[in-house]
C-alpha cells in the first residue's frame, strides 16, 4: 500500500496562488508516476496534471496549462501543484495519485492510491 495525504487546501481570491503538497510513504516513490485530479462541486471528478516517476515529463489539462506547475521530490516522497492565477472554476477538492501503469495521464483508473483529498475554494 501507498499512503497519499495531500495538504495546503484553502479560501484564495481569484488571481490568487496556491501550492498544494502530496506525501507519500509505504512504498518506493520514486518507482511511481503521480497525478492531480480534481472534483468541482457537483461535477465529475478530472485530470490536472501528472509527472513521471523521474520528474522529467509533466502534463497538464487545457485547463490548467500555463497556470498550474506539477513537480516532485523523490528525496523527499513528496508532490507539488503550484496553481497560480487562480478562477473560481478552479474549485474543487483535489486529490493526488500514483500509478506504476503506462496509458493515459488522464485516466483515473490507471491510478492505483490516492489520497483523501484537499479543498482549494477560489473565491471572485
Known amino acids: 500500500q501507498m499512503q497519499l495525504v495531500e495538504s495546503g487546501g484553502r479560501l484564495v481570491q481569484a488571481g490568487g496562488s496556491l501550492r498544494l503538497s502530496c506525501a507519500a510513504s509505504?512504498?518506493?516513490?520514486?518507482?511511481?508516476?503521480m497525478g492531480w485530479f480534481r472534483q468541482p462541486p457537483g461535477k465529475e471528478r478530472e485530470f490536472a496534471a501528472a509527472?513521471?516517476?523521474?520528474?522529467?515529463?509533466?502534463y497538464y489539462a487545457d485547463s490548467v496549462k500555463g497556470r498550474f506547475t506539477i513537480s516532485r521530490d523523490n528525496a523527499k516522497n513528496m508532490v507539488y501543484l503550484q496553481m497560480n492565477s487562480l478562477k473560481s472554476e478552479d474549485t474543487a477538492v483535489y486529490y493526488c495519485?500514483?500509478?506504476?501503469?503506462?496509458?493515459?495521464?488522464?485516466?483515473?483508473?490507471?491510478?492505483?492510491?490516492w489520497g483523501q483529498g484537499t479543498h482549494v475554494t477560489v473565491s471572485s
Open positions: 495519485a500514483a500509478r506504476k501503469d503506462s496509458g493515459r495521464w488522464d485516466n483515473g483508473l490507471l491510478y492505483d492510491f
Open positions: 509527472i513521471t516517476s523521474s520528474g522529467r515529463s509533466t
Open positions: 509505504g512504498r518506493t516513490f520514486s518507482m511511481y508516476d
